[in-house]
């Protein structure tokens, strides 16, 4: 196996979750600021967009990683991981060797994602129903990958929950780490992750002796539900999602309702992040953010409102602004 940053990780650690939309680089900044996870993951690409844009536009591997907003990252996120999607093998290859160049250093593959048109094209978790193309894929990435760290994201199933079957031929696969989300593809986000479905895994792992590290994902709502969950679970890592929006501070372990003040301090922060990093990104990327930060204090609701019908950062800096001088 590869000596990359997966083999040298402190056990149990902890990852901020691929969020398409969500955890760009602004978001991840915000993190490192107020309490850094152990691995970040990028939002999800494109394995064929990233394949295209390199090779139709001549782009070296540095200027697509400028233009690609998506992919931007400070030295100070090591160790990341950029997450792919796809369901060509060639183009999981090249990606891998773009994304290796771009200082990444580990990939990992979307093998649970169930937005319809990205399941449409083979990918996501349609790949769960799928595992010939999943060997291959994988195959493909690993021989781009060289000495980085390559995982796999996926769900405990697609319709049902075949946690065996499937996450036991993902476990022969030699990857570095395998991300289990508690749901299946029908589950979609809705619903309790099953945990005990998780330790599962674990138990699968070690009992056929698998070097594969696996982080345990889904439904995570503070430090201490996580660490519970890796105590009763056994895995090696959590990951978490939804419960970092608008809370930048989960990672430092001060689980106390942040006041007013904290919090439109960040929003002001986090915009002047967004400006400063995307001139492709919408500004409606970074609205969902802007609420999430506005709650759980005097005011919350009616700051969040108006901030909801900014249309720029400008607009939703004088929001604050205005809030600040009435509070
Ligand atoms: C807005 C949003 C975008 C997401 N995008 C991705 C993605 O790009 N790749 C991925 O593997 N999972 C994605 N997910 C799933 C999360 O990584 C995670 O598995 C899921 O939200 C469960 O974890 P949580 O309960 O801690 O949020 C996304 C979830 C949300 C809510």
């Given at each position: 196996?590869?000596?990359?940053?997966?083999?040298?990780?402190?056990?149990?650690?902890?990852?901020?979750?691929p969020m398409?939309?969500?955890?760009?680089?602004a978001?991840?900044?915000?993190?490192?600021?107020?309490?850094?996870?152990?691995?970040?993951?990028?939002?999800?690409?494109?394995?064929d967009?990233?394949?295209?844009m390199a090779?139709?536009?001549?782009?070296?591997s540095?200027?697509?990683?400028?233009?690609?907003?998506t992919?931007?990252?400070?030295?100070?996120?090591?160790p990341?991981?950029?997450?792919?999607?796809?369901?060509?093998?060639e183009n999981?290859?090249?990606?891998?060797?773009?994304?290796r160049?771009?200082?990444?250093?580990?990939?990992?593959?979307?093998?649970?994602?169930p937005?319809?048109n990205?399941?449409?094209?083979?990918?996501?978790?349609?790949?769960?129903?799928?595992?010939?193309?999943?060997?291959?894929?994988?195959?493909?990435?690993?021989?781009g990958?060289?000495?980085?760290?390559?995982?796999?994201k996926?769900?405990?199933?697609?319709?049902?929950?075949?946690?065996e079957?499937?996450?036991?031929?993902?476990l022969e696969?030699?990857?570095?780490?395998?991300?289990?989300?508690?749901?299946?593809?029908?589950?979609g986000f809705g619903?309790?992750?099953?945990?005990?479905?998780?330790?599962?895994?674990?138990?699968?792992?070690?009992?056929a002796?698998?070097?594969?590290?696996?982080?345990?994902?889904?439904?995570?709502?503070?430090?201490k539900?996580?660490?519970n969950k890796?105590?009763e679970?056994?895995?090696?890592?959590?990951?978490?999602?939804r419960?970092?929006i608008?809370?930048?501070?989960?990672?430092?372990d001060?689980?106390k309702?942040?006041?007013?003040?904290?919090?439109t301090?960040?929003?002001?922060?986090?915009?002047?992040?967004?400006e400063?990093?995307?001139?492709?990104?919408?500004?409606d990327d970074?609205?969902k953010?802007?609420?999430a930060?506005?709650?759980?204090?005097?005011?919350?609701?009616e700051l969040?409102?108006e901030?909801m019908?900014a249309?720029?950062?400008?607009e939703?800096?004088?929001?604050?602004?205005?809030?600040?001088?009435?509070?």
């Amino acid at each position: 196996m590869n000596n990359n940053f997966w083999q040298n990780i402190k056990k149990p650690f902890f990852c901020s979750a691929p969020m398409y939309g969500v955890s760009d680089e602004a978001f991840r900044r915000m993190l490192l600021k107020y309490g850094r996870p152990d691995i970040f993951f990028t939002e999800m690409v494109s394995a064929d967009g990233l394949v295209y844009m390199a090779e139709k536009t001549g782009m070296d591997s540095k200027q697509a990683g400028v233009f690609l907003e998506t992919l931007r990252f400070v030295p100070e996120e090591r160790p990341i991981v950029a997450q792919v999607f796809g369901s060509r093998p060639e183009n999981f290859y090249k990606s891998v060797l773009l994304l290796r160049q771009m200082g990444f250093g580990g990939i990992d593959i979307n093998a649970g994602c169930p937005d319809k048109n990205i399941e449409k094209q083979g990918a996501g978790a349609s790949l769960i129903k799928n595992p010939g193309l999943v060997k291959e894929i994988i195959a493909a990435a690993k021989e781009g990958a060289a000495g980085s760290g390559l995982s796999l994201k996926t769900r405990i199933g697609h319709d049902a929950k075949e946690t065996e079957d499937w996450i036991g031929f993902l476990l022969e696969q030699g990857l570095d780490a395998l991300i289990i989300h508690g749901r299946t593809r029908s589950q979609g986000f809705g619903g309790k992750a099953d945990w005990l479905m998780i330790k599962k895994t674990v138990e699968l792992r070690d009992k056929a002796s698998f070097r594969t590290i696996i982080v345990g994902n889904g439904g995570l709502t503070d430090m201490k539900d996580a660490k519970n969950k890796l105590e009763e679970s056994g895995v090696d890592g959590a990951m978490i999602g939804r419960a970092l929006i608008g809370n930048p501070w989960f990672f430092s372990d001060q689980a106390k309702e942040r006041e007013g003040a904290e919090k439109t301090k960040a929003i002001l922060e986090h915009l002047a992040i967004f400006e400063e990093n995307f001139k492709i990104k919408n500004f409606d990327d970074v609205k969902k953010h802007l609420a999430a930060y506005a709650s759980g204090f005097l005011g919350a609701k009616e700051l969040r409102m108006e901030l909801m019908k900014a249309k720029s950062v400008e607009e939703a800096r004088k929001v604050v602004a205005e809030f600040g001088s009435k509070s």
